[in-house]
C-alpha cells in the first residue's frame, strides 16, 4: 500500500468528471480572487507533457519528520506538509478549500515556491546528492531508484547523512522533485 504523489494535466484539473479536480480548481479561482491574485490556469505544456510525474510514497516517515522537526518551525512544517494540493503559484499562506477526498475531509492548496525552498533547506544538512537522484519524469524513477538498490550503491560510493536515514532522504528528494516539476512544467501536483 501506499499514497501516491503525481502530477495533474490541465484537462484532469479542470475536468468533472471522476479523477477530475474541476471543483478544486473552480474554489481555488474564487479564492485568488478573493485575495486580489490572479487566476491559476495550468501551463498548456501541462496537457501536452510526454512525461509525467508519479512517486509512491510508501517508506516510513518517522525519520524525515524529525528532520522537519529539527530544522523547520512548525509554520513551516506545515506548510511542507500540510497540502494536499500543490501549485506552481507562489502563495503567502495557503489556501483551505471546503472539498473532501477520499483521504481529507478539506483540500489545502499550497505554492510550489514555498514548499521548494523548505525543500531545499532540509536537502542542505542531509548533503543530498541531487545530481545522483533521478529527475523524475515518469512512473516511479525515483522511488524505484531509492527502493531497488541504486542508493545503496550511491550510498556506498557518496557516503553523508543522507545515507544514514534513506528513508528522510526519500520524502526530503520527493518534496524537492515535486515543487520543481510542478514549475517546471506549469501544473498541479496531488496526492492520490
Known sequence: MGVYLVSVDARDWFGQEEGGHGDTASALNEELRRRGLPPYLPAESATRARNWFEEKASPSMAGFAALCRAHLTPDEQETLLGWTVLVPVSLDRAVALPI???????????????????????????DLPLDAIPETGGNLEMTNWFLDGEASAAAAARPGPWADDPEAAFYTALYLRAARYALRQGCPMTWS
Open 100 to 126: 473532501g477526498s477520499a483521504y481529507v475531509d478539506e483540500t489545502v492548496v499550497a505554492g510550489a515556491p514555498q514548499v521548494l525552498a523548505l525543500a531545499e533547506r532540509l536537502a542542505r544538512p542531509l
